[in-house]
């Protein structure tokens, strides 16, 4: 059960977008829409922002999406913000009753 | 969402156990799938293992061989056994609830505790 594949690093400019992707196998990503990702601010606990690979709990605001295609999920962050500075964590079902997370990327509003 | 809280030691010492503690809000005991998850400083998440019945338990495969989680629903809290531990295992962890108003596999962590940093050193 190896982590999903995330890219170390991404940046954007205030107003821009940018997809972060979460790669992994045929038997976690490519097997189940049970995608979700996590926001992580330094310091604090990670928060639910994207479930079922492209469901937003209520208060996430609408410039956060998921999608996926095959072995790879993707979170775009529309309208960049100043506050959108964080890590991001994909997390997918990998059979039987596991779960494996991505390694986590650090996004950097400029 | 729920409100969660961490417990237990900060310093554990090589080869010894690791016993955390979760406590949740009354009433919430039996709603969630109640996950362990840790994160080495400056590192990524890991999924430990999840309880939510007092039978039905589920670990990561990497840990399974040293992992204990339980519940008690009396008190209103879960825990976590690590079992043998290295400095490897140094880490912030959390406990996290996912709903149970959710399929088993899809719920997903909507509560988080602020977590507890565990270091192991002698």
């Known amino acids: 059960q190896s982590a999903l594949t995330q890219p170390r690093s991404v940046s954007g400019s205030p107003g821009q977008s940018v997809t972060i992707s979460c790669t992994g196998t045929?038997?976690?990503?490519?097997?189940?829409?049970?995608v979700s990702w996590y926001k992580q601010q330094t310091g604090t606990a990670p928060k639910l922002i994207i479930s079922d690979v492209s469901k937003r709990p209520s208060g996430v605001p609408d410039r956060f999406s998921g999608s996926k295609s095959g072995n790879t999920a993707s979170l775009t962050i529309s309208g960049l913000q100043t506050e959108d500075e964080s890590d991001y964590y994909c997390?997918?079902?990998?059979?039987?009753?596991?779960?494996?997370f991505g390694a986590g990327t650090k996004l950097t509003v400029l | 969402q729920v409100q969660l809280q961490e417990s237990g030691p900060g310093l554990v010492k090589p080869s010894e156990t690791l016993s955390l503690t979760c406590t949740v809000p009354d009433g919430s005991i039996n709603k969630y799938y109640w996950n362990w998850i840790r994160q080495p400083v400056g590192k990524g998440l890991e999924w430990i293992g999840r309880?939510?019945?007092?039978?039905?338990?589920n670990y990561n495969p990497s840990l399974k061989s040293r992992i204990t989680m339980s519940l008690d629903t009396s008190m209103n809290q879960f825990s976590l056994t690590l079992r043998s531990v290295t400095v490897a295992d140094t880490a912030v962890y959390y406990c996290?609830?996912?709903?149970?108003?959710?399929?088993?596999?899809?719920?997903?962590?909507?509560?988080w505790g602020q977590g507890i940093l565990v270091t192991v050193s002698s």
């Open positions: 997390c997918s079902y990998a059979g039987s009753y596991s779960w494996v």
């Open positions: 996290a609830g996912a709903p149970r108003i959710y399929a088993s596999s899809s719920a997903p962590l909507d509560s």
């Open positions: 309880s939510y019945t007092s039978r039905s338990t």
């Open positions: 045929s038997s976690d990503v490519g097997a189940y829409n049970y």
